[in-house]
């Protein structure tokens, strides 16, 4: 029998969830399974493999933010692991990852034990902010005035395109620093992550006190007010901490 797995979990904390009744992959019961001084919540896997396709994904996330929810942050947390993890066997866990990273995982769990991960990803329309720049601008504004109508050579079409560029790059990583001033001192630690979007300019997660989120998110707030209509903030005051725990079997 394959197994599919989703956290791992001190076996110390697992009657705090005994009465969970989840749902995972192919709407298999999740269930626990102990291997001192760990437990590990799974289900029986259907398939060799799982495709990374939105329903999956949304199905291994809530069942590790059911988890979360279901004990209290400041005495267990479960260990998210990576979407699609398939093991034939306990033996087979037990000799790749928790025994030869007992110590690790120990580390880890404390670590994380009263804390939680929030992220703040910020957009905004390029077109409008480079307009906005060139207003700001009056060097650049004249500049570009004094071209207008007129062919230009390659020569003054790369010089202005690399003003441009230079002036919204500028405007962006002001943006940046701004948030990151403002929201790295109320983290214990922070992940800046890759671009996902053309309009995205900046994706961060914060690991922060569990009982400081509301104060993060004010300040969230504030920023929000401070940039108005130039930025669209998406804040996710609860998710999985995969930022700050690297877990893979070998």
């Given at each position: 029998?394959?197994?599919y797995?989703?956290?791992i979990?001190?076996?110390?904390?697992?009657?705090?969830m005994k009465?969970?009744?989840?749902?995972?992959m192919?709407?298999?019961?999740v269930?626990?399974h102990?291997l001192?001084?760990?437990?590990?919540?799974?289900s029986?896997?259907?398939?060799?493999r799982?495709l990374?396709?939105r329903a999956n994904?949304?199905?291994?996330?809530t069942?590790?933010e059911?988890l979360?929810?279901?004990v209290?942050p400041?005495?267990?947390?479960?260990?998210?692991?990576?979407?699609g993890?398939v093991?034939?066997?306990?033996?087979?866990?037990q000799?790749d990852?928790l025994?030869?990273?007992?110590?690790k995982l120990k580390?880890?769990?404390?670590?994380l034990i009263g804390k939680?991960?929030?992220?703040?990803?910020?957009f905004w329309n390029?077109?409008?902010?480079?307009?906005?720049?060139?207003?700001?601008?009056?060097?650049l504004r004249?500049?570009r005035?004094?071209l207008?109508?007129?062919?230009?050579?390659m020569?003054?079409?790369?010089a202005?395109g690399?003003?441009l560029?230079?002036?919204?790059?500028?405007?962006?990583q002001l943006i940046?620093?701004t948030?990151?001033?403002?929201?790295?001192?109320?983290?214990?630690e922070y992940?800046?992550?890759?671009l996902?979007t053309?309009?995205?300019?900046?994706?961060?997660?914060f690991?922060?006190a569990?009982?400081e989120e509301p104060?993060?998110a004010?300040?969230v707030?504030?920023?929000?007010k401070?940039?108005?209509d130039?930025?669209r903030i998406?804040y996710?005051?609860?998710?999985?901490p995969?930022?700050?725990?690297?877990?893979?079997?070998?």
């Amino acid at each position: 029998m394959s197994l599919y797995l989703y956290a791992i979990l001190q076996a110390e904390n697992l009657d705090l969830m005994k009465n969970l009744d989840l749902q995972g992959m192919n709407a298999q019961p999740v269930q626990f399974h102990t291997l001192p001084p760990f437990a590990i919540a799974y289900s029986e896997a259907q398939q060799e493999r799982y495709l990374a396709s939105r329903a999956n994904l949304l199905t291994h996330e809530t069942v590790l933010e059911s988890l979360m929810k279901s004990v209290d942050p400041h005495q267990a947390v479960p260990l998210p692991l990576q979407f699609g993890l398939v093991v034939e066997s306990w033996t087979e866990m037990q000799q790749d990852l928790l025994v030869p990273h007992e110590d690790k995982l120990k580390g880890l769990i404390a670590n994380l034990i009263g804390k939680r991960e929030v992220s703040v990803k910020l957009f905004w329309n390029q077109t409008e902010e480079l307009n906005l720049a060139v207003v700001e601008n009056a060097e650049l504004r004249q500049r570009r005035e004094s071209l207008m109508g007129k062919i230009l050579s390659m020569d003054e079409a790369i010089a202005i395109g690399q003003e441009l560029e230079a002036a919204i790059e500028q405007r962006q990583q002001l943006i940046i620093e701004t948030f990151y001033n403002a929201l790295n001192p109320l983290s214990y630690e922070y992940v800046e992550g890759e671009l996902l979007t053309e309009n995205m300019i900046y994706n961060a997660s914060f690991l922060i006190a569990w009982d400081e989120e509301p104060k993060f998110a004010a300040t969230v707030e504030e920023l929000d007010k401070q940039f108005g209509d130039r930025l669209r903030i998406r804040y996710n005051d609860f998710t999985a901490p995969y930022n700050f725990v690297k877990l893979e079997s070998d």
